[in-house]
Structures are given as structure tokens and as C-alpha cells.
């Protein structure tokens, strides 16, 4: 895989397979690597990394030419609550384009059982501009959000061009369902979807969540799975999520960390300076 771009500190790779998106794209950054290797980061820094991970994906598509054209009133963000709402994509997309972006919220419950299920239960889509680019952050597991949200907002938002979803942490299953998705919205609504992924597709455990750089099914630059391999070792790497709660390690940082020490310790030594960091920072918030 080789990279198509460099974009500041910033590789842009292309995917090309039968089962993915046909625009699909994966983002290598400092930013999301270091939101992938370290569970200990959260709060301000968590924000400030997720921030910078979205302008990198707003500078890969703009080298894409996905924008080409557009104006700037015609953008806006589908927040998919609550996840999305981590994304900072209207901070980061004022800070590459100096334009805010309007918001559009849909909130989404996902389910588990044999067959991931997701339903809508609140929507506002009264800012949504017409004929416009949609942007979407979220995380991506089996997809399931998206199957839901995604058919539901363009039944009811003026025409939306393109849509374009980055996810900080996305897995195959997920991809998969997108590129199943997407020739219906082509056909149905016009719309053409692009979907962006940090650093990798990710391979997704059993319990439809958790998400591991060395997992048989993750496609990745190799220069990223040398990288896991060094920052992670292979036990972590097959075994810890690249991502965990992520609405839970952005509203509830000490609830995380706490969850971090306990799986922390049962992988024993090669997670010893995860948890001791984690203890740490635990140890400060619970003293300050």
C-alpha cells in the first residue's frame, strides 16, 4: 500500500477492494496514533488530538478535490449522538476553512445481539443547508449506526451531494456495510459517499466493539502495523482496543481510566507502564 500523499505529517493511502466503498481512504497522522497506542490520554488532550486528526482528514480530501467547487455555505456536520459529539469536526473544520460548520443531530441507540440493530430516536435537522457536503464523524463498529442514521437523514435533509465519514477507529464489518449502503443512496438519492479512516480498518473482536491493529482481518500500511508492533507489542496488540469506550473515555475520563487499570492488569507485564501512567493520572484527578 503505498501512500498516494503527504500531507504535512500526514500520509493519505487508498483502498481498493470489491467489498469496500469504492472512495476509500485511510489517513496515517501522529494525532490518531497516539489516540490508538496510549488509553491513558483523555480530557483536553484527547480533544486536542481528535481535533487534529479531523484536519488531517479535511486536508486529505481537500488534496482529493472532493471539495472542488463547493462553497463554503453548502457544508454542514451530522452530529450522531452521542459519539459524534467527541469529533470536534466544527472546530477542526474552522481551523483549515475559517468557516464554522452547521449542525445537524441525529441521537442513535445501537443494540447487541445476533444482528447489531440501531434505531433513531430524537432528530433536528432544521440548520442542514441544501445541495450540500455532509460531513460525519464517528466511530464505526459493525455499522450498525450508520445503516440506521444514514438512510433516515437523507430521506429528510435537502439534497445532499456527497457524504463524507471519518472515523478515528473503524472496523472492517463496518466498511463493509458502508460499501453495501452505498449504492443505494447512490441510486435512491444522487449522493456519493467517501469514507476516511485513521491509520487503519480495523479487525473487530467478537463482542462487536472492541477493535485490534493486529487482528487477522486489519488492513493497514505496513509502516502502521510496524509501528503497533514496536508501540504495542503483540499481546496488546491483538488484545487491546485501539479506541475502548469512546463516549465513555471522553464524558467520564476517571470511569475510563479505572477500566483501564483493571484490563490493564489481568494482560500483566506487557501493560505495566499503561497502568502505572493511568494510576497516575487517576491519582490526580481524584486529589485535585
Not at 28 to 45: A, G, R, W
Not at 159 to 166: A, D, E, P, T, Y
Request: glycine share 6%.
Amino acid at each position: 500500500m503505498k501512500p498516494l500523499a503527504t500531507i504535512g505529517n500526514a500520509r493519505l493511502y487508498r483502498v481498493r477492494r470489491n467489498d469496500l466503498p469504492s472512495n476509500t481512504y485511510i489517513v496515517s497522522s501522529p494525532y490518531s496514533e497516539k489516540i490508538h497506542f496510549n488509553p491513558t490520554i483523555t480530557d483536553f488532550d484527547l480533544s486536542r488530538l481528535t481535533v487534529k486528526s479531523n484536519e488531517a482528514f479535511l486536508l486529505a480530501a481537500k488534496r482529493l478535490g472532493v471539495f472542488n467547487g463547493a462553497a463554503v455555505k453548502n457544508f454542514c456536520e451530522l452530529i450522531l449522538l452521542t459519539g459524534g459529539f467527541y469529533y470536534h469536526l466544527n472546530r477542526a473544520f474552522y481551523n483549515v476553512f475559517r468557516h464554522s460548520l452547521p449542525a445537524g443531530f441525529l441521537g442513535v441507540r445501537r443494540t447487541f445481539g445476533k444482528t447489531p440493530l440501531a434505531r433513531v430516536s430524537y432528530e433536528n435537522l432544521e440548520a442542514v443547508p441544501s445541495n450540500n457536503i455532509t460531513l460525519v464523524g464517528d466511530t464505526i463498529a459493525t455499522g450498525a449506526t450508520l445503516q440506521s442514521s444514514l438512510p433516515y437523514y437523507l430521506q429528510r435533509a435537502p439534497r445532499v451531494k456527497k457524504l463524507l465519514i471519518f472515523s478515528i477507529a473503524g472496523a472492517l464489518p463496518g466498511a463493509q456495510e458502508l460499501a453495501k449502503l452505498e449504492k443505494t443512496i447512490r441510486k435512491k438519492y444522487g449522493t456519493r459517499l467517501f469514507v476516511f479512516f485513521a491509520d487503519a480498518i480495523f479487525g473487530l473482536a467478537e463482542n462487536q466493539t472492541d477493535m485490534f491493529y493486529l487482528h487477522k482481518d486489519t488492513i493497514a500500511p505496513e509502516i502502521s502495523l510496524q509501528r503497533a508492533r514496536r508501540r504495542l507489542g503483540v499481546r496488546l496488540g491483538k488484545e487491546m482496543c485501539v479506541i475502548w469506550d469512546w463516549g465513555r473515555r471522553n464524558k467520564d475520563p476517571m470511569g475510563h481510566l479505572r477500566e483501564v487499570i483493571a484490563a490493564g492488569k489481568k494482560w500483566g507485564r506487557p501493560a505495566e507502564a499503561i497502568v502505572k501512567k493511568a494510576q497516575e493520572k487517576l491519582r490526580e484527578r481524584e486529589n485535585s
